[in-house]
């Protein structure tokens, strides 16, 4: 049975920094993308980072790069993302997702497409991230 539990989420002030978790089971690890997606009121679900569980390969959307930081713990099959720096524009739910790596395409293409959620088989429930101005 495969489970995706995330976890983290809270209330921060503006500049401040949140980790949120994703511990997953019920598919071999190693096999697998996981990614971080978020979704705030009236807007489509986005990506936000993705991570190759096999080889640690990273990529992060534009608008977090350089201040969220995602990592793989490959022996407790669980993904990090460490968010610094927040804005109150990365206030939203987020949500952790897996696929099979041999499934997607390099990940500067995935995140170029508008189908990017649905190449994700298994969701973990939202976890909310507030951060005030």
């Known amino acids: 049975d495969v489970q995706l539990q995330a976890s983290g989420g809270g209330l921060v002030q503006t500049g401040g920094s949140l980790r949120l978790s994703c511990a997953t089971s019920?598919?071999?690890?190693?096999?697998?993308?996981i990614a971080w997606f978020r979704q705030a009121p009236g807007k489509e679900r986005e990506g936000v980072s993705i991570?190759?569980?096999?080889?640690?390969?990273?990529y992060y959307a534009n608008s977090v790069r350089g201040r969220f930081t995602i990592l793989s713990d490959n022996a407790k099959n669980t993904v990090t993302l460490q968010m610094n720096s927040l804005k109150p524009e990365d206030t939203a739910d987020y949500y952790c997702?897996?696929?099979?790596?041999?499934?997607?395409?390099?990940?500067?293409?995935?995140?170029?497409?508008?189908?990017?959620?649905?190449?994700?088989?298994?969701w973990g429930q939202g976890t909310l991230v507030t951060v005030s101005s």
């Open positions: 997702a897996a696929a099979e790596s041999r499934s997607l395409p390099v990940f500067r293409l995935l995140f170029k497409t508008t189908t990017l959620p649905h190449r994700f088989d298994y």
């Open positions: 991570i190759k569980s096999s080889d640690g390969t990273t």
């Open positions: 019920g598919f071999t690890f190693d096999d697998y993308t």
